[in-house]
């Protein structure tokens, strides 16, 4: 069994139940309709710049006390002696802030449940970017476990079915409603669905790019490398950018209904930036793909939230699919490292 880096364990279960809250916050954000919902681009904004904000903080009390102008000068040089590097950033900024904005799009069409299965499809994605990109090395065993993820997650996803199907007919009240009216809302429906599907799996996708990305260049050995918080402030330089971008761009609908800076936006913003970090932590210290497992694993206490919050109904498919979830991850962290090529030549010498 591999050994975690003390703070690899320490993030991994604060990411846990910080991704559960922050899924489900999103959802009842998104899908209120008794106030004003926030409007996307205006919380990845306000994500972005608060996660640049704790990143310089982080950064400045590392390396020696927010009041001294030496550190304010070491966090300039880091970020303008070597364009070039800051530059290697853009990539992934430019792929999480889409990201970002997909996954809203997704959790406004879909159910909190449903969104996270399918965003899990990531976990398949990332482990081969790994071993095409980062040269990684997984056993038959590990690829086993990712493989009865996948199967799990698809298992949750078929139980979709039967229990959205009740609670939807339900909510569609007790009368007796035109068969043209129920076709229409059922079209209307479908499409939202689709939509919810493909922003998940878009997500899904770019995540796992900027994941791998990311990971390759806060491990690379290089002498005098920066910090993860100026690598964060790096990724902020072009995602800020991007972001007010995307304001910019829907000012219309921004002006037009505000900020809507209540309680849970603020807290979803906060979430979001805490989460960020914390991600950043835990590729730096551990890995994408644990990263990923723990994410997963975040899906069956979602569910449970959502059983309470939503009035999602629990089936069998969905609770086998949710222990092959929690099973696969249990194996995959219990798998001993795969031994490298030269080692295995000498013990056979
Ligand atoms: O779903 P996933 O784990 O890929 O989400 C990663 C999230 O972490 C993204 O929303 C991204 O904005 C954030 N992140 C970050 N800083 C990093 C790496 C990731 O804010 N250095």
Known sequence: MRKLHPVAVFTLAILLF??????TLTRLTQQRIDAPRPIPCVVVFLTEALKLLMSMCLELTNCGGLGSASTFGRLR?????SPQDTLRLSVPAVLYTIQNLAIFVALGNLEVVIFQVLYQTKLLLTAVLSVLLLGRRLTPRQWFALLALTFGVICVELSDGSTSGGGRSGSS?????????DLASEARRSRHEMLGVLAALLAALLSSLAGVYFEAIVKKAEAAAPSLWVRNVQLCVFTLPIAAATVGWQWSAVRAQGLVLDPPTVLLVVLNATGGLLVAAVIKYGDNILKNFTTACSVIIGTLISVVLFDFQLTVSFAWGSLLVASSAYVFATSPEPVAPSVMRTEAE
């Open 173 to 181: 009240g007790s009368g007796s409603p035109s068969p043209a009216k």
């Open 77 to 81: 040089d880091a970020l303008c002696s």
């Open 18 to 23: 910080e991704h559960c809250a922050t899924v």
